[in-house]
């Protein structure tokens, strides 16, 4: 069964800390891209960070230097440290995975098209 699938939402003060879990399972294949997205009401889906089976990275500009994306291999686990957490932050954030069983390489992407496969998001909320 694939599952892809969020945890460790919640609520934190302004200015403190979260770390989102992102775990993958019945997948084949070691080639793939992931990311992490948030949504607010009303607002289009927006990519923030993105990392690649050969761990390049990218990330939007609205969280580079604050947010750092990172993976565990060995346990199919992708984490989002997000540092300095500002009300502009609140939102529900879904991670999403595209990969394959061939040699294909998958660059790190933050468009919401590159991706097949997405989790139900955890909630994130920030108290001022």
């Known amino acids: 069964q694939v599952l892809v699938r969020e945890s460790g939402g919640g609520s934190v003060q302004a200015g403190g800390s979260l770390r989102l879990s992102c775990v993958v399972s019945?997948?084949?294949?070691?080639?793939?891209?992931l990311a992490w997205f948030r949504q607010t009401s009303g607002k289009l889906r927006e990519g923030i960070a993105s990392i690649a089976s050969d761990g390049r990275t990218v990330y939007a500009d609205s969280v580079k230097g604050r947010f750092t994306i990172s993976k565990d291999a060995s346990t199919n686990t992708f984490y989002l440290q997000m540092n300095s957490l500002d009300s502009e932050d609140e939102a529900m954030y879904y991670c999403?995975?595209?990969?394959?069983?061939?040699?294909?390489?998958?660059?790190?992407?933050?468009?919401?098209?590159?991706?097949?496969?997405w989790g139900r998001g955890a909630q994130v909320k920030v108290a001022s």
């Open positions: 019945g997948l084949p294949g070691t080639m793939y891209r």
């Open positions: 999403a995975r595209r990969g394959g069983s061939g040699s294909y390489y998958y660059a790190p992407s933050l468009q919401a098209g590159d991706y097949s496969l």
